[in-house]
Nanobody, 123 residues
Framework: QVQLVESGGGMVQPGGSLRLSCAAS????????IGWFRQAPGKQREGVIC????????YYTDSVKGRFTISRDNAKNTVYLEMNSLKPEDTAIYYC????????????????WGQGTQVTVSS
């Protein structure tokens, strides 16, 4: 059974950092591209960043460049989203996703999603 489980969210002050994890089961994560999306209250879900099976990174949101990065630990079957210099506008539910079809980014629609993890940036 394919499953993605996000963790690591929480409340942090502006300027703080968090590391989100996306643990995969039921498939070998390093064969596929993995993406992180987020959805803020009252807004549409937006792509944040993607990592290909070879480790290439693609940003989908200019506002996170220089602050967020993505990495993968194939031995743990886990992808990480490292978030630094967090801003209130980063507040959202963060989701990881994969289409289980392609090694390259972007992650195509219609794939598998985790349940999300809440990130709140507030003083």
């Amino acid at each position: 059974q394919v499953q993605l489980v996000e963790s690591g969210g929480g409340m942090v002050q502006p300027g703080g950092s968090l590391r989100l994890s996306c643990a995969a089961s039921g498939f070998t994560l390093d064969y596929y591209a993995i993406g992180w999306f987020r959805q803020a209250p009252g807004k549409q879900r937006e792509g944040v960043i993607c990592i290909s099976s070879s480790g290439g990174r693609t940003y989908y949101t200019d506002s996170v460049k220089g602050r967020f990065t993505i990495s993968r630990d194939n031995a743990k079957n886990t992808v990480y989203l490292e978030m630094n210099s967090l801003k209130p506008e980063d507040t959202a539910i963060y989701y990881c996703t994969t289409d289980l079809r392609y090694r390259s980014c972007p992650v195509r629609p219609g794939g598998y999603w985790g349940q999300g993890t809440q990130v709140t940036v507030s003083s």
